[in-house]
């Protein structure tokens, strides 16, 4: 990645972006859709969220770009728009475990 100063403008966007994705129930959602495409009451089954919760969380992470909808039928099916968010997700992950390692390696020694 280039290093670049980036304008407020850019930065807002970014924080918004942030913002949808600081709710657990939301990553619970994007996490659900990793294997694929899937309805709501596909999302329900494997979240355990109620069903206002889960639609109330796909309009907000539709609308922030992470995923996309279609319609089958009188379904509407959920994916996710693109794989970055995933990588986001796995980067903080991976982050985190290092972080417990390191504090685990502390109370070892």
Do not use: W
Not at 70 to 82: E, M, Q, S
Request: contains cysteine; glycine residues 6%.
């Amino acid at each position: 990645m280039v290093n670049k100063t980036l304008s407020a403008e850019q930065l807002r966007l970014i924080a918004h972006r942030f913002k949808a994705l600081a709710e657990p129930s939301r990553l619970e959602i994007l996490n659900a859709l990793r294997p694929g495409e899937q309805t709501v009451s596909e999302i329900l089954e494997v979240t355990g969220l109620s069903q206002a919760n889960v639609s109330r969380h796909l309009q907000v992470l539709h609308a922030a770009g992470f995923v996309d909808r279609r319609k089958d039928g009188v379904a509407t099916r959920y994916r996710l728009a693109d794989t970055d968010v995933l990588k986001l997700c796995d980067l903080v992950c991976g982050r985190l475990e290092r972080e417990v390692a390191a504090t685990r390696k502390l109370f070892e020694g």
